[in-house]
């Protein structure tokens, strides 16, 4: 069983990696941003609650993110590639429970703020209007930023450059979790 987290700031190109990381690796691909935005155009429960706070670039609260993620985890027995989760300490917190401690590696995109900031711009995604942009970015620095302490305290963390060629970039992944396994 392989677990493999993406951390970084939004825009930071995490989906595009982690879809790329799962084929080669034929893990699964999970994606709670992928996920609450489905949630959100099937007009759920989960969908109705998530819907504004999403819009304003806010978190979705840990209990709901931690079930949503919690049930799509079951079948899943290789193993997985977290992308968007978790983004808080309590997540973090739920998800060692669950795999035990078995996370492999923890990838941490870095790419420079006025870059994320044109990468997200440049979307056009219903959430991506320049003030939630600029908050999910102060969201990011204040709530997700303390996992990387939390996991290069664990020594799992792995700093990527995550500016440049899409396909370079996924060569500098594959080469930290070859050299991690
Ligand atoms: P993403 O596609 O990962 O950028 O996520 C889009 C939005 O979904 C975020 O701005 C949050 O509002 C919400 N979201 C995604 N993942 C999480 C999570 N792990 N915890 C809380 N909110 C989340």
Known sequence: MTNIIFLGPPGAGKGTQAKRLADQLGLVHLATGDMLRE????????????????????????????????????????????????????????????????????????VPEDELVQRM??????????????????????????????????GLLNRVDGVGDMDAIQQRITDAVSQAA
Do not use: C
């Open 39 to 110: 949630a959100v155009a099937q007009g759920t429960e989960l969908g109705q609650q998530a819907k504004a706070i999403m819009e304003r670039g806010d978190l979705v609260p840990d209990d709901l993110v931690i079930a949503m993620l919690m049930e799509r985890m079951a079948d899943a027995a290789k193993g997985v590639i977290l992308d968007g989760f978790p983004r808080t300490l309590p997540q973090a917190e739920a998800l060692d429970e669950k795999l035990s401690g078995q996370i492999d590696i923890v990838l941490l995109l870095e």
């Open 121 to 154: 711009l440049g979307r056009g995604r219903d959430d991506d209007t320049e003030e939630a942009v600029r908050n999910r970015l102060v969201v990011y620095r204040e709530q997700t930023e303390p996992l990387v302490d939390y996991y290069s305290g664990k």
